[in-house]
């Protein structure tokens, strides 16, 4: 069968099951961890809610739900980075739902009018202890320093992490800055932008570049890994929690909203609602080293424990939303690809 008659079908067995009855809820996920399996199951178990789940990559989601325009089952688009839910948010794919719950656990400049946060990951910059002084690089914009020229490893300057990192420092610090600071960048990298965060990572450790930017929580589960090779990788390198002395380190999410042709609306807010109860935020810390979102929660990690506390910034992610298009062309100009 073609994976265009497979997808069609999934589409079709999704239509179904959203019209067989009130206690099911359509799912498109852009998250692939396979801790999320026991999040869905809780739901299932403490609601009666049977969830049917796509998963697929984030444009791939997108893509979808625009051809299938009124015939969309989908109730609830789940994904990570504030770029991914603004794009969603731009195709007007999204509606607003008033819950006081989400509204009174989920911090304000940790959602918008349409979507929510979930899960935080931190922006951390990691450096080889034996080539770079850390004292170098105690924030994002010393990586863009002269001394660090040949140094620096990155992955794609079109990455949303990337991007959502641009779009802080363009609210920080203004067009021209943050042209400057990834002109630096480009002009320090060690190699071309390649691979993922764990590649750096491991780059890193390897001495092929003596510093890199990365998300926490594939530092953590370099920290947690069953593997000793892993363990090992982070035996040679150092985690710094960038701009304490400033703005606090940027934050990545993993959100949510309901879609706007939703059949199934009420288990859609249901779902959300349960993402931001303490049994789920513990879920996303635990299970897949992401921060919760809610404030007090007791989470149970050993790697979080091991990085110990950070002063975040506190940016809106509706600025973060509203700067992709323009730092995708700083970046553009300055060469970073």
Same mark, same amino acid.
């Given at each position: 069968?073609?994976?265009?008659?497979?997808?069609?079908?999934?589409?079709?067995?999704?239509?179904?099951?959203?019209?067989?009855?009130? &206690?099911?809820?359509?799912?498109?996920? +852009?998250?692939?961890? #396979?801790?999320?399996q026991a999040?869905?199951?809780?739901?299932?178990?403490?609601t009666?809610i049977?969830?049917?789940?796509?998963?697929?990559?984030? =444009?791939?989601? %997108?893509?979808?739900i625009?051809?299938?325009?009124?015939?969309?089952?989908?109730?609830?688009?789940l994904?990570?980075d504030?770029?991914?839910?603004?794009k969603?948010?731009e195709l007007?794919l999204?509606?607003?739902?008033?819950?006081?719950?989400l509204?009174?656990?989920?911090?304000?400049?940790?959602?918008?009018?349409?979507?929510?946060?979930?899960?935080?990951?931190?922006?951390?910059?990691?450096?080889?202890?034996?080539?770079? =002084?850390?004292?170098d690089? #105690?924030?994002?914009?010393s990586?863009?320093?002269?001394k660090?020229?040949?140094?620096?490893?990155?992955?794609?300057?079109?990455h949303?992490?990337?991007?959502?990192?641009g +779009?802080?420092l363009?609210e920080h610090?203004?067009?021209?800055?943050?042209?400057?600071?990834?002109?630096?960048?480009?002009?320090?990298?060690?190699?071309?932008?390649?691979?993922?965060d764990?590649? &750096?990572i491991?780059?890193?450790?390897?001495?092929?570049?003596?510093v890199?930017?990365?998300?926490?929580y594939?530092?953590?589960?370099?920290?947690r890994s069953d593997?000793?090779?892993?363990?090992?990788?982070?035996?040679?390198?150092?985690?710094v929690?960038?701009n &304490?002395?400033?703005?606090?380190?940027? %934050?990545?999410?993993?959100?949510?909203?309901?879609?706007?042709?939703?059949?199934?609306?009420?288990?859609?807010?249901?779902f959300?609602e349960?993402?931001?109860?303490? #049994?789920?935020?513990v879920?996303?810390?635990?299970?897949?080293?992401?921060w919760?979102v809610?404030? =007090?929660?007791k989470v149970g990690?050993?790697?979080?424990?091991?990085?110990?506390?950070?002063?975040?910034?506190?940016?809106?992610?509706?600025?973060?939303?509203?700067? #992709?298009a323009?730092?995708?062309?700083?970046?553009?100009?300055?060469?970073? &690809?």
């Open positions: 069968m073609t994976p265009f008659k497979l997808a069609t079908l999934a589409a079709v067995c999704l239509s179904a099951a959203g019209a067989a009855g009130a &206690q099911e809820l359509n799912l498109y996920s +852009a998250r692939h961890y #396979q801790t999320d999040l869905y199951a809780n739901f299932t178990k403490q009666g049977k969830i049917n789940r796509i998963e697929a990559g984030e =444009n791939e989601l %997108l893509e979808r625009k051809n299938e325009g009124a015939n969309s089952p989908a109730d609830v688009l994904t990570v504030a770029a991914r839910l603004a969603a948010d007007n999204f509606q607003r739902i008033d819950s006081p719950l509204n009174a656990r989920i911090p304000a400049h940790l959602r918008s009018p349409d979507w929510y946060a979930f899960s935080t990951r931190a922006r951390v910059i990691v450096y080889n202890k034996k080539s770079v =002084n850390g004292a690089v #105690q924030s994002y914009e990586l863009a320093d002269a660090l020229k040949g140094k620096l490893c990155v992955r794609s300057g079109s949303p992490y990337n991007l959502s990192l +779009a802080a363009l610090h203004g067009e021209q800055k943050t042209h400057d600071w990834a002109k630096g960048l480009v002009a320090n990298f060690a190699r071309s932008p390649k691979g993922g764990t590649d &750096q491991k780059s890193v450790a390897a001495g092929e570049c003596g890199a930017l990365a998300n926490s594939y530092v953590a589960r370099l920290m593997k000793a090779e892993d363990r090992k990788v982070m035996e040679a390198v150092t985690v929690w960038p &304490q002395a400033g703005s606090g380190t940027h %934050l990545n999410i993993s959100g949510a909203g309901v879609l706007k042709l939703a059949p199934n609306k009420a288990n859609a807010v249901k959300l349960y993402l931001a109860s303490d #049994q789920a935020q879920y996303f810390a635990d299970g897949n080293n992401e919760p809610v404030q =007090n929660v990690n050993p790697a979080l424990d091991a990085l110990g506390p950070f002063k975040a910034d506190t940016l809106h992610v509706g600025k973060l939303a509203k700067h #992709q323009a730092v995708q062309k700083i970046y553009d100009r300055a060469g970073w &690809q």
